[in-house]
Each structure stands twice: as structure tokens, then as C-alpha cells.
């Protein structure tokens, strides 16, 4: 590991403006970013402690939402009361990702922060577009079965690893900011990442030294919240292709809240709004379905290897929806 230098911040300004300069890097759970430094593939010269800022509560707003620190360790975040009844789909897709000990520590906004799992952006003597720009992408004809069919480019193929932004994309989840120079900004979700088109190595919309101080989630989604996770083994593996979901059902069998965001198959979190509205008011029949896999699915790609993730999507959106209408979940 490289030498760096060590600060810690008392107030997220401080924390903001220290970590501005160039190869700068907060740490807090650091359960991806000191891996990634041992490998050499993250060489931050200076690493800012924010440990010390108090952004560990999580609260209810004034809509009947929650404010979550971004210091709230993911265990935390998945065993809070308010989380459990009113977002359940929220503490089962941060259960389903990595490790007792390794939620423990890892924090709110470090998940959001979390680096792809590809072979060959860890693999530090291969070509990687995403670790050096301009170099290549071995994945795209090699080894690809864990990885993206939807959002990729020519010039990267890789999936996002989090489950727990998933569910956050599905609840429609704000991420409020810090900046250098004090000012604040809310960065809905949806936003927030960036697809890899000719850019691989540029993920999200954060600037230089910009903190995550808090995520927003707005008021509860009335109907089933669930997390389907395919993978391939049952514990601390990441998802092949996963699915947050929130349906409600009236009594006459028909869809009458629809909202659907995939893990795996995205170069970032997926959700298709036209997919939610096409469902929405029928009921469910396979035909409709079909259709909104069809839409789902429009523009995949595979690349051999992961080819299986399409219609594994498929069936997993059958299976979500068909669980709905027989009223199975929370």
C-alpha cells in the first residue's frame, strides 16, 4: 500500500474541503476502499476520517419520511424500527448484501460509493477502461457471466454491486450533499449515477471533495415490499440478478401500485417507469407481463458468458408480480 496522508474532520465542511484536493478520499466503514487500496487500484495520497462527524441518527420528517445519517452503519439502518415497518424492502435488500461483520461497518453513504465486482477491474496487470481510462475492455469478450446487460457501452460492461442502492432507487431516495465551499445540494437518486457510455472511470455526479451528510426517503409505498436476490451461493455473494420491489394489489386481483428496480443486470441500479405504468391497473395476466419484461428488456445485450441474465430477468419479474396478486410478502 502507498504512503497517504491522515486527517480527520470535526464538521462536514472541514471534511469537504480537506478531501478537495486532488487524489483525495473520505473513508469511514472503508470496507471497499482499503481493499481497493491494498490492490493498488485506488492510490488516494490523502484519506480524510469522517468518522468523528455526528451523521449516525436516522429521523422522521416532517412528510412522514426518514433522515438518514450517512455514518449509519448498514446493520443499523436494516434493524431500525421506522426501516422495518415502513420500508421493509429497504432492511431485506441490505440484508441480502455482504456479511454480518462487514455491515457492521459499512456505512449509508460508502454503499452508495462501492466499486464494481468485475474480474478485471481487480485484476491490476489487465486492461480495464474503468481503473484506466482509455486502456480497454477485456470483459466485453472474456470473462462476463457476473456481469451488465443493460446500460453498457463499448467501452465497459460493468454491473453495479449494491444491493442496498437498488432499493433506494426503488423508494425514490434523495442524497444530500456537502461541497468545498459550504454550499448544499439534493441529488435525487435516479441522478445520481452515471451510465459508463465512453467515461467508465466517472460513476456518480459528485465533484471533488463533495460529502453525502444524509439520504431522504420520502413518505412509505403502501403494498408488498420485497428483495428477490439470485446469486450463487445463498450468503455474502452479490446478485446475478436481483429485484426491490413494492406492488399492491386491490381485493379484485388487480395491480394498483407497481415499483420495480433490478440489481445486477445495470451498469447502475435499473428502474423503468414505463415498465411500473404499463402494469399498473390490469391484472397482472401473463400477457402483460410478457410486455413488460419485453420493455424491460429491450435494449439488453449480452455478451455470451451472461447471456442467461435475460431471461433469468424474466422470470423473476413473473415471479414477483404472480407473489403480489396472491397477496405472499409484507
Same mark, same amino acid.
Given at each position: 500500500?502507498?504512503?497517504?496522508?491522515?486527517?480527520? @474532520?470535526?464538521a %462536514?465542511?472541514? @471534511? @469537504?474541503?480537506?478531501? =478537495?484536493?486532488?487524489?483525495?478520499?473520505?473513508?469511514?466503514?472503508?470496507?471497499?476502499?482499503?481493499? /481497493?487500496m491494498?490492490?493498488e487500484?485506488?492510490?488516494?495520497?490523502?484519506?480524510? $476520517?469522517?468518522?468523528?462527524?455526528?451523521?449516525?441518527?436516522?429521523?422522521?420528517?416532517?412528510?412522514?419520511?426518514?433522515?438518514?445519517?450517512?455514518?449509519?452503519?448498514? =446493520?443499523?439502518? *436494516?434493524?431500525?424500527?421506522?426501516?422495518?415497518?415502513?420500508?421493509?424492502? &429497504?432492511?431485506?435488500?441490505? &440484508?441480502?448484501?455482504?456479511?454480518?461483520?462487514?455491515?457492521? !461497518?459499512?456505512? #449509508?453513504?460508502?454503499?452508495?460509493?462501492? !466499486?464494481? +465486482?468485475?474480474?478485471?477491474?481487480?485484476?491490476?496487470?489487465?486492461?480495464?477502461?474503468?481503473?484506466?481510462?482509455? #486502456?480497454?475492455?477485456?470483459?466485453?469478450?472474456g470473462?462476463?457471466?457476473?456481469? *451488465?446487460?443493460?446500460?453498457? =457501452?463499448?467501452?465497459?460492461?460493468?454491473?453495479?454491486?449494491s444491493?442496498?442502492?437498488?432499493?433506494?432507487?426503488?423508494l425514490?431516495?434523495?442524497?444530500?450533499?456537502?461541497?468545498?465551499?459550504?454550499? #448544499?445540494?439534493?441529488?435525487?437518486?435516479? $441522478?445520481?449515477?452515471?451510465?459508463?457510455?465512453?467515461?467508465?472511470?466517472?460513476?456518480?455526479? /459528485?465533484? @471533488?471533495?463533495?460529502?453525502?451528510?444524509?439520504?431522504?426517503? %420520502?413518505? %412509505?409505498?403502501?403494498?408488498?415490499?420485497?428483495?428477490?436476490?439470485? !446469486?450463487?451461493?445463498?450468503?455474502?455473494?452479490?446478485?446475478?440478478?436481483s429485484?426491490?420491489?413494492?406492488?399492491?394489489?386491490?381485493?379484485?386481483?388487480?395491480?394498483?401500485?407497481? +415499483?420495480l *428496480?433490478f440489481?445486477?443486470?445495470?451498469?447502475?441500479?435499473?428502474?423503468?417507469?414505463?415498465?411500473? *405504468?404499463?402494469?399498473?391497473?390490469?391484472?397482472?395476466?401473463?400477457d402483460?407481463?410478457?410486455q413488460?419484461?419485453?420493455l424491460?428488456?429491450?435494449?439488453?445485450?449480452?455478451?455470451?458468458?451472461? $447471456?442467461?441474465?435475460?431471461?433469468l430477468t424474466?422470470?423473476?419479474?413473473?415471479?414477483?408480480?404472480? !407473489?403480489?396478486?396472491?397477496?405472499?410478502?409484507?
Amino acid at each position: 500500500m502507498k504512503r497517504f496522508e491522515y486527517s480527520r @474532520a470535526d464538521a %462536514p465542511k472541514q @471534511a @469537504a474541503t480537506s478531501a =478537495s484536493s486532488k487524489d483525495a478520499s473520505f473513508i469511514a466503514g472503508g470496507t471497499n476502499l482499503l481493499d /481497493l487500496m491494498k490492490l493498488e487500484i485506488e492510490t488516494p495520497i490523502k484519506l480524510v $476520517d469522517i468518522t468523528r462527524l455526528e451523521l449516525e441518527q436516522v429521523e422522521t420528517t416532517a412528510d412522514g419520511g426518514l433522515r438518514i445519517g450517512t455514518l449509519v452503519t448498514n =446493520s443499523d439502518l *436494516a434493524a431500525h424500527p421506522e426501516v422495518i415497518a415502513n420500508y421493509p424492502v &429497504l432492511s431485506r435488500a441490505i &440484508l441480502a448484501g455482504a456479511t454480518g461483520q462487514l455491515r457492521n !461497518r459499512a456505512t #449509508t453513504g460508502g454503499n452508495f460509493l462501492q !466499486r464494481t +465486482r468485475c474480474y478485471y477491474f481487480y485484476q491490476t496487470d489487465s486492461a480495464c477502461n474503468k481503473r484506466e481510462p482509455g #486502456t480497454g475492455c477485456p470483459a466485453i469478450n472474456g470473462e462476463n457471466r457476473t456481469l *451488465a446487460v443493460l446500460g453498457t =457501452s463499448d467501452s465497459c460492461i460493468a454491473q453495479h454491486p449494491s444491493d442496498m442502492a437498488v432499493a433506494m432507487r426503488l423508494l425514490d431516495a434523495t442524497i444530500k450533499t456537502v461541497k468545498a465551499d459550504g454550499s #448544499t445540494r439534493a441529488i435525487d437518486v435516479k $441522478d445520481f449515477y452515471c451510465l459508463p457510455k465512453d467515461t467508465p472511470h466517472i460513476e456518480n455526479v /459528485l465533484e @471533488a471533495g463533495e460529502l453525502i451528510t444524509h439520504v431522504v426517503l %420520502p413518505a %412509505p409505498i403502501k403494498g408488498m415490499h420485497t428483495y428477490d436476490k439470485v !446469486r450463487d451461493r445463498a450468503s455474502y455473494a452479490f446478485a446475478l440478478v436481483s429485484c426491490a420491489a413494492v406492488v399492491d394489489a386491490d381485493d379484485n386481483g388487480n395491480l394498483k401500485t407497481v +415499483r420495480l *428496480a433490478f440489481g445486477g443486470i445495470g451498469t447502475k441500479p435499473w428502474r423503468n417507469e414505463e415498465v411500473e *405504468a404499463l402494469l399498473t391497473d390490469t391484472d397482472g395476466n401473463s400477457d402483460v407481463i410478457t410486455q413488460a419484461a419485453d420493455l424491460l428488456l429491450q435494449d439488453a445485450k449480452g455478451n455470451g458468458q451472461n $447471456d442467461f441474465k435475460i431471461p433469468l430477468t424474466r422470470r423473476l419479474l413473473k415471479q414477483v408480480i404472480q !407473489r403480489a396478486l396472491a397477496g405472499e410478502g409484507a
